[in-house]
């Protein structure tokens, strides 16, 4: 019997590597998740803009000599197209020293888009940015209404 396979299904797949990777500090792992064109970029929490991949390496490095980065995914929404996928989250990210009890949270929403190349999915932009006060709170209450939500 033919087994048929969800070509979008390996973008969110593409996405848990991703988070997997950060939470154990591995750049080269992180690196091979996105696209082979100097046109990536990538825009974090904070604001901080790298450009093209090799910013985005010397970037990971120096994270993960501070710290890894442990992201939850709380909530998403996709869009997709034959060779584009546009995936938005709104994500817990701790970011410190999980041995040592030492992380700072915070809300964010991120968007990630994913090119399909050489039969794989792969990051051309992620763009993250923080929750204001006051949409974390309408973020709660959203999550708490729902019947799957948090308790």
Do not use: C
Request: zero cysteines.
């Amino acid at each position: 019997m033919p087994r048929f396979v969800r070509l979008f299904d390996a973008a969110s797949e593409t996405i848990s590597a991703f988070y997997d990777a950060l939470r154990r500090g591995q750049t080269d792992r992180v690196m091979s998740l996105w696209a082979n064109e100097d046109f990536v970029s990538y825009i974090r929490p904070d604001g901080t803009r790298w450009d093209g991949l090799e910013q985005i390496r010397s970037g990971l490095v120096a994270q993960f000599t501070q710290s890894v980065v442990l992201i939850d995914s709380l909530d998403t929404t996709e869009y997709d197209t034959v060779g584009t996928v546009v995936h938005t989250a709104t994500e817990a990210i701790r970011v410190g020293k999980e041995d040592a009890g030492q992380t700072t949270a915070q809300l964010i929403h991120t968007t990630y888009v994913l090119v399909h190349e050489q039969g794989d999915w792969r990051f051309a932009h992620i763009h993250s940015s923080p929750l204001p006060p006051h949409a974390v709170e309408q973020f709660s209450l959203m999550m708490h209404a729902r019947p799957d939500g948090l308790h």
